[in-house]
């Protein structure tokens, strides 16, 4: 059977003798219903008890290790028993020597240990050992008397696994039980992946890999073991990904598009020169949409290097050839930042007035959202752009030819898909901001072409970042107060949790807001943004801000994504610490987006965590997006960085995107190769596959709604 059928054994319909209620009753307790969820809980580490040493022995493996602990198995009397005060505790310290060198077992919380191993009895003795006060000792300890029988056998003189486990539940009962299944099931289990495959990259088969991960004979079983599991797990998702990506290629979309008039002859009419990774961008983008193949691209590009105006070009090719576009993105002030940029982008030539650029959003009364249905359905809006309610099902396109998505992490593949299947294989262009880390965007877009914009425009100064404590936030208001009086603009963040029903966040926002217009900028307006507002609230504020009319924004981080007001050259963000380092990288993106000196000041409480301090460092040392989310994937792991909720990353068993970076690459190549040699999977020898990847394609794909 393959591992995935075994999620339908439940362990309450087993029948194995060793197995009784107990034992079953302890694996639920565990939350383990299934044979596949006990085959694939995988111990948390392992102690080697195959070899036995002596204390020389170990005290030379302490000196050659890097951090002074080792882990090692003795056989060793013991001779006395001494108690040490520390503070205001006695604790038990048992004298024990192989008969050459003295070491000893430190009891914390375990003082009846001095009424069970006992003076002049002989021991195995297995610990991490380290050199502490003089003395080779002991913490962390297991043993067994060694009688006439010897030891338990099978705790001894193996690599014990170490399961992770609950209050209450025994280390040896877990693993008996569990080791109870996997000589049930282990043999059982088939290959996924015909041998050929196996053969090239000298795989051991599944089911021993998951034998010698739960009862591995050898240390170096382990990691050798682990390897054959990960490539198991990354190679079933590239092979997902390279077949999507095979069959979106194999669609033939005809040639849709003949002309770039248009789109060209509105890039030379814009009052500024593109960049050169624009312009390479937007010759990949023209290529794709001339050519009879679905596009699909996906463009990255750091906060501020000019994406929007790519995304027009890709929609203005497909206007100027009859076909409509979509635009979509997160949020309805975007929605209507946007609206109003293109619109007036566009309204500047007269020959574009012919071109019907709509917004679709909520809250539209229902006669407008009706003749809004009816200009999409009959072709006679050109560019929509709109949010999740572009997807919604009355919204029927004519023939809608692209579909641009902006800030797409926030879009599951599913709701992608949605707005897809409103056009007969439209192309489809991502856009994000978010600069994910290279490692990941082969696993999230693996099935997209890359463009890159690595290139700010001309003339735009580094944003000059600097930490500040609390403390010193007056000498901050003054720094903000400078650029004010030279007729800037200033934001100002505060860390609210934008969905939270709490209203004390809210009400410190509130109070933030009262306390820079009364007392700290009376000189000034003030206006304040946050997630509460309706979308016309928040409009209405971030135009006033935009026009001059306000000159200080305090925000939530509802200005997160996409907003972009030139002249505004300070940020400033409080309780900075409170942020992640991919955040605060958006949140300063906000400012530098002219050729102004912009400044950006990160305010943390005089005590933060260390964790907290890299952060902030990183921020003040690091411009580059990039690096930023190299770092932040380090610092707090993909699913944190991106949201596992939105982020569509798959999840593995025992996989890591960032540890096990070498195998998700070798299984990238492995799986382009045989779908390059066999793209529909036809060849008898890739069967294997091909109902894998058919089973694969809906677990991977399926994005959890919420
Ligand atoms: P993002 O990539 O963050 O979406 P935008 O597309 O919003 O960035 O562009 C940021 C700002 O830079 C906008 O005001 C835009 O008009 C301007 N801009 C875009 N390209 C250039 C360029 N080549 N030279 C000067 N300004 C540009
Ligand atoms: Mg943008």
């Known amino acids: 059977m393959l591992l995935e059928e075994t999620k339908k054994i439940h362990i309450k319909d087993l029948k194995i003798r060793s197995l009784t209620t107990a034992r079953k009753k302890l694996l639920y307790r565990l939350k383990l219903y299934t044979v596949f969820d006990v085959l694939t809980y995988f111990p948390i580490r392992y102690e080697d008890r195959t070899e036995l040493k002596n204390f020389s022995d170990i005290m030379r493996d302490i000196y050659k290790s890097l951090n002074g602990k080792v882990n090692g198995t003795v056989i060793a009397e013991v001779i006395d028993y001494e108690y040490v005060k520390v503070s205001d505790r006695k604790i038990l310290k048992i004298i024990v020597t192989d008969g050459e060198i003295k070491a000893e077992l430190v009891c914390y919380n375990r003082e009846f240990l001095a009424n069970v191993l006992k003076v002049g009895v002989r021991y195995i003795i297995t610990g991490i050992w380290e050199y502490k006060y003089n003395r080779l000792q002991s913490a962390t300890f297991d043993y067994a008397e060694l009688g006439n ?88 998702m590239n092979l997902v990904i390279e077949y999507s990506r095979v069959e979106e290629k194999k669609v033939d979309k005809g040639s849709r598009y003949r002309s770039t008039k248009l789109a060209d002859e509105f890039v030379s009419s814009l009052p500024f020169e593109l960049t050169s990774a624009q312009i390479r961008v937007i010759e990949e983008i023209k290529r794709d949409m001339l050519s009879n193949k679905v596009m699909h691209r996906l463009i990255q590009g750091d906060v501020g290097s000019g994406k929007t105006i790519v995304g027009l070009y890709a929609m203005l090719v497909a206007v100027d050839n009859g076909y409509q576009s979509a635009l979509m993105v997160p949020t309805e002030v975007l929605a209507v930042q946007h609206y109003i940029n293109i ?33 999409m359905e009959y072709g006679r809006s050109h560019i929509v752009i709109g949010t999740h309610a572009l997807f ?39 856009m994000t901001a978010t600069p994910i880390p290279r490692t990941l965007t082969m696993t999230l877009y693996g099935n997209l072409d890359l463009s890159v914009i690595d290139e700010m425009p001309y003339g735009r100064k580094k944003i000059i970042t600097n930490w500040y404590k609390d403390i010193d936030t007056r000498l901050v208001y003054e720094k903000v107060r400078e650029e004010l009086k030279k007729g800037f603009k200033a934001y100002f963040i505060y860390p609210i949790i934008e969905d939270s029903e709490d209203l004390t966040d809210l009400k410190s926002l509130v109070e933030a807001y009262e306390h820079l217009s009364n007392d700290v900028f009376p000189e000034y307006k003030v206006g304040m943004l946050h997630g509460k507002m309706t979308p016309e609230e928040k409009y209405e504020v971030m135009d006033k801000f935009k026009k001059g009319e306000i000159n200080i924004l305090a925000s939530t981080t509802v200005i997160e994504v996409g907003i972009d007001v030139p002249d505004a050259t300070v940020i400033v963000i409080e309780g900075a610490e409170r942020f992640g380092l991919s955040q605060l990288h958006q949140l300063r993106g906000r400012v ?24 902030m460092k990183a921020m003040v040392k690091c411009e580059d997006g990039f690096a930023i989310s190299e770092i932040d994937l380090r610092l707090r792991g993909p699913g944190e960085l991106l949201g596992y909720q939105q982020s569509g990353i798959p999840e593995f068993i025992l996989a890591d995107l960032i540890k096990d970076e070498d195998i998700l690459k070798l299984t990238k190549e492995d799986a382009r190769k045989i779908l390059s040699k066999d793209p529909d999977l036809s060849d008898p020898k890739n069967q294997k596959i091909k109902s894998l990847v058919q089973k694969e394609k809906q677990r991977i794909f399926v994005v959890k709604s919420g």
């Not at 099902?393 to 898909?417: C, M, P, S, T, Y």
């Not at 050729?595 to 005590?607: A, E, G, N, V």
């Open 149 to 236: 029988q010897g030891y338990k056998k099978d705790e001894f003189g193996v690599v014990l696994p170490i399961y992770s486990s609950t209050e209450g539940v025994r280390q040896r009962t877990v693993r008996k039980t569990i080791h109870i299944i996997v000589d049930e099931f282990a043999d059982k289990i088939d290959d996924e992946l015909p041998e050929y495959v196996m053969e090239g990259r000298n795989l051991m088969s599944l089911g021993k890999v998951i034998k010698i991960l739960h009862k591995p004979q050898k240390m170096e079983h382990i990691s050798i073991a682990r390897r054959n599991f990960v490539y198991y797990e990354f190679m079933k």
């Open 392 to 430: 919604q099902d009355d919204v029927v396109f004519k023939n809608l030819g692209l579909v641009v998505i902006d800030e797409q992490h926030r879009f599951g593949v599913e709701q992608r898909a949605k707005l897809v299947n409103k056009g007969f294989h439209p192309d489809v262009l991502v």
């Open 343 to 375: 619109s007036n982008l566009l309204s500047k030539f007269a020959k574009y007035h012919n071109i019907n650029v709509r917004i679709l959003k909520g809250g539209l009364s229902s006669q407008t959202r009706r003749l809004l249905n009816f200009e």
């Open 592 to 615: 530098g987006r002219s050729s102004f000196q912009s400044y950006c000041y990160l305010i943390t409480s005089d005590r933060i965590s260390q964790e907290a301090v890299e952060r």
